[in-house]
């Protein structure tokens, strides 16, 4: 048998002299009067070794280590807010309460009673008059729990990590931070926020392979969303000229450090705006949230420093193209040309292609991850872009922008698209090259929407968690998601 199930069996036995005694080891609440960190706060600083305060607390929390000492023992207790040092005496609980302490194991959830002091060597602790078991843990808490080898075990079981690793919940409390001041920036700006469905009838608003179930009730199968884009213009169509959409889509595709099959993103939509109006937004809103997060402009993220004061970098994808590579290339080159230059240059190139197309694959693949301080890409190729206007200058291109940020793509952009005829077509093009591999279907209603007309617009998605992975300095989106997606236990 191992150690680990020697441990457990050691507190199942406790567990059960417990109920022998008519105790409840699984207790209902507790009366807390303060959490750990305030009453860190309120002292911090203003004790002086040794000396005691007449304040009664009540606190409450797991116990996290013991140190024994016959008549007299120090603990750690641990909340939500902070950890801090317990005393407890024979002399204060008495003889049969002092050997219940002794017999607590590490990872019970106590709540206590107590008086404020500092110990001669300046810990800050708190004397405990009085407490009781709340809840008994069964399983013992793991002794070494960092470094690389226990990554996966720290993603599956995100519980003991948030015990045991202090800094990973400080990752969440950021990431809370950075939803609300969105929400913030936004609301201050008039948009209103709003819901749209998770289920849909059939996929769409973005190009990408859906997780498709089945509603017994009305017997149809129905799509998690992989993008709230298509129901959001209708609420522009609607008259609701200023919206954001906090939400969760999924996209049935592979797993990398940038990709979750579940993830976040806000979609925001400006009637009257077009993509220039929307760079200027996210260019705000980036930096708003940045220094709200981190108190800076300039951040490190994997040994880079990221700088993000105006004006941030801009590029089409043309000019990036030849910037950081040195290729000429352009709509005048035939398709097999680009081809050529792609995988001279050991582009990867996936059918359907076409011009668009390559031209993408070679920036993705050449370009991108040369982009660290925050850059604005703009001006993509009609091809991959069916939901952008497109540009005036060139029947190639669209009004659209990528911000791309150490390498990764932060945000996408478009001026929408507002013909409802010249969209059919390009929807129906998309059907024609991916509608059997992403379940793709035609979506009249939207088109519909779009003929009773739509104001012109411009449309935002931010991805939220590759934007809290730069604010933490995450390598992977599993980092930055309590409960990302993994191979089942073995």
């Known amino acids: 048998m191992s150690d680990t199930s020697d441990l457990q069996k050691q507190r199942q036995q406790k567990l059960e002299k417990l109920l022998g005694r008519g105790e409840n080891p699984f207790k209902a609440r507790f009366h807390r009067t303060h959490l750990l960190s305030q009453i860190i706060k309120k002292y911090k600083g203003k004790l002086e070794p040794g000396s005691a305060t007449d304040e009664h607390v009540r606190v409450a929390g797991r116990l996290i280590a013991k140190r024994e000492h016959g008549k007299a023992s120090f603990a750690v207790l641990k909340d939500g807010s902070a950890s801090l040092q317990l005393y407890f005496t024979l002399n204060d609980l008495g003889e049969e309460k002092y050997q219940f302490f002794l017999d607590l194991d590490i990872g019970d959830i106590i709540g206590i009673s107590g008086t404020i002091f500092k110990t001669r060597r300046g810990e800050l602790s708190i004397e405990v008059n009085e407490f009781s078991l709340l809840t008994k843990s069964l399983r013992p808490l793991p002794e070494k729990w960092h470094g690389l080898k226990d990554i996966e075990t720290r993603y599956r079981q995100r519980y003991v990590d948030l015990i045991m690793n202090p800094e990973v919940q400080e990752t969440f409390l950021i990431r809370n931070k950075v939803i609300q001041t969105i929400r913030d920036f936004l609301g201050n700006r008039d948009f209103v926020e709003v819901d749209t469905p998770m289920l849909h009838p059939i996929p769409g608003g973005a190009t990408a392979r859906p997780f498709i179930t089945h509603h017994h009730a009305l017997g149809m ?28 889509s999924f996209r049935n595709e592979g797993i990398s450090v940038r990709h979750n099959p579940e993830f976040t993103m806000v979609e925001i939509y400006q009637a009257y705006a077009d993509y220039n109006d929307m760079m200027e937004l996210t260019e705000e809103m980036v930096k708003e949230v940045v220094k709200r997060t981190t108190g800076s402009l300039e951040i490190n993220y994997q040994g880079e420093v990221l700088n993000f004061s105006s004006p941030w970098q801009k590029y089409t994808m043309l000019e990036a193209i030849n910037k950081f590579t040195g290729l000429e290339v352009s709509f005048q080159q035939s ?82 698209l507002t013909d409802p005829r010249e969209q059919r077509e390009r929807l129906e093009e998309q059907l024609r090259l991916f509608g059997e591999e992403m379940g793709k279907v035609l979506d009249e209603d939207f088109l519909r929407a779009l003929e009773y007309g739509m104001p012109p617009t411009g449309g935002l998605g931010i991805g939220v968690d590759r934007l809290v992975m730069l604010l933490t300095d995450a390598y992977s989106i599993r980092d930055v998601l309590f409960f990302p997606h993994l191979r089942p236990e073995k």
């Open 335 to 416: 398709v097999e040309k680009l081809e050529e230059i792609a995988r001279a240059n050991g582009v990867p190139l996936t059918p359907p292609l076409n011009k668009g197309k390559v031209i993408d694959e070679i920036f993705e693949k050449l370009v991108e991850s040369q982009l660290v301080q925050p850059t604005f890409i703009k001006d993509y190729p009609v091809e991959i872009s069916p939901l952008a206007k497109g540009h005036p200058e060139s029947p190639h291109l669209t009004e659209r922008f990528e911000l791309i940020i150490a390498g990764r793509e932060i945000a996408n952009a478009f001026t929408e």
């Open 221 to 248: 199968d129905l799509y998690l969303r992989i993008a709230p884009e298509l129901y959001l213009k209708r609420l522009i169509v609607g008259g609701m000229d200023r919206v954001f959409e906090l939400n969760r």
